[in-house]
């Protein structure tokens, strides 16, 4: 096993396929102040929810490797996508660092349901890891998975509260409606930011989870019991390296964080 050096002042790195991991990101910022931040966002090879297995482990390693070179004492996999096809790879390169990952998360939430619905890119829902890792915790839970590829492109070109995007939630989350389920996990770090469209559609009994929460506090939990918390009393420094920078990157960046970004730097991994 990799064994690396971890420090107290190290960074925290977060990773996604494009922003939505800034979603993940905020939630860090919010709950860890005192953290330097990495953020790595893979913006050129994005979706990386409609692409083969082979080609998301080979996409998703070569950023768990970039990372380990920044020496980050932690890894969020900012991505349900990669934390379905990819974590155990990630962890192996990861080696002493410690991995966390939204699908965990999500699903320890959501076996407190019994009607459970998962919305997910097409790779997420077809590698079945949200069911199986719910089940686990709760057999007699009823699992009804939709895939909605459109959403990611839509929400990466800003299309936030848009009459196309009502349209085509309304069709991808009709068939959850029928099913009467009474929770929906947002399963692609992207969805928290069409939350509202989501909630209106779906109606207020449901309850909708958004396992950033959790990851978060996952992280925490590890930080502590490894005595890994930054100790400094200034607030963290965020570093943001993109593989490709789109025109308005920064606007909608700025959003799905709600916060400023700077120290954003082009990077290539290949
Ligand atoms: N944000 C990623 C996820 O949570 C999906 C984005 C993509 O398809 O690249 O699954």
New binding site residues.
């Given amino acids: 096993m990799n064994k690396f050096d971890l420090k107290t002042n190290n960074p925290i790195g977060v990773f ?3 922003m ?2 800034l979603t993940v990101m905020r939630e860090i910022m919010h709950t860890l102040p005192h953290e330097d931040i990495i953020y790595f966002g893979d913006i050129a090879r ?6 083969s297995i082979t080609t998301i482990r080979k996409f998703a390693l070569q950023t768990a490797k970039f990372l380990i070179k920044q020496n980050v004492k932690a890894i969020v996999i ?7 096809i990819a974590k155990d790879e990630v962890q192996k390169a990861a080696g002493n660092i410690p991995v966390i990952d ?1 699908i965990s998360a999500g699903s320890s939430d959501a076996r407190h349901y019994n009607k459970i619905g998962i919305i ?2 097409p ?2 829902i077809n590698s079945h890891a949200y069911p199986t890792a719910i089940y686990h915790q709760n057999p007699s839970a009823l699992i009804v998975s939709q895939a909605c590829a459109l959403f ?1 492109p839509m929400i990466e070109e800003g299309f936030i509260e848009h009459k196309a995007l009502e349209l085509i939630a309304r069709e991808y989350l009709g068939m959850l409606i029928k099913q009467n389920i009474n929770a929906l996990v947002l ?5 928290p930011l069409i939350k509202g469209t989501i909630m209106k559609i779906m109606g207020r009994e449901v309850h909708i989870i958004d396992p950033a929460h959790t990851a978060c506090r996952d992280l925490v939990k590890v930080l502590t019991n490894k005595n890994l918390l930054n100790l400094q009393k200034t607030t963290g420094s965020y570093h943001y390296f993109v593989t490709d920078i789109p025109l308005k990157f920064q606007e909608n960046g700025e959003r799905f964080l709600a916060n400023k970004m700077e120290n954003i730097e082009l990077v290539n991994i290949d």
């Fill in positions: 996604d396929s494009g939505g991991g994005l979706p990386y929810g409609t692409k900012a991505c349900n996508t990669i934390s379905a939204v997910a890119t790779a997420t990611v399963g692609c770090t992207h969805y």
